[in-house]
């Protein structure tokens, strides 16, 4: 029963900003790795951004120096913080949480994905 819900998601003009937010929930024990994908039309499905269990980073060189990832570990969150956005950056973005739940499986979860838009 483990659940993440993004959320912050909307249209923004390009050059602006916006903050998504994941909560996972549910019956987990620890969470190894939280990360960003995001799906644009027609394209595959790409990594954007992950943060491990000790706040290691990884970027996409597309979004190097425009977005930055942070967790809150006692709220089982994640956060994308997207500054200077590009019309490129419109997608579906996704949260994904590699974690082991309270019963010791360990497996990778997506959440529903937010819509990200950037147009003028």
């Known amino acids: 029963q483990v659940q993440l819900v993004e959320s912050g998601g909307g249209l923004v003009q390009p050059g602006g900003s916006l903050r998504l937010s994941c909560a996972a929930s549910?019956?987990?024990?620890?969470?190894?790795?939280m990360g960003w994908y995001r799906q644009a039309p027609g394209k595959q499905r790409e990594l954007v951004t992950t943060i491990t269990s000790g706040d290691n980073t990884n970027y996409a060189d597309s979004v190097k120096g425009r977005f930055t990832i942070s967790r809150d570990n006692a709220k089982n969150t994640v956060y994308l913080q997207m500054n200077s956005l590009k019309p490129e950056d419109t997608a579906v973005y996704y949260c994904?949480?590699?974690?082991?739940?309270?019963?010791?499986?360990?497996?990778?979860?997506w959440g529903q994905g937010t819509q990200v838009t950037v147009s003028s």
């Open positions: 994904n949480a590699d974690l082991t739940t309270h019963w010791g499986s360990k497996n990778s979860y």
């Open positions: 549910g019956s987990i024990r620890v969470i190894w790795r």
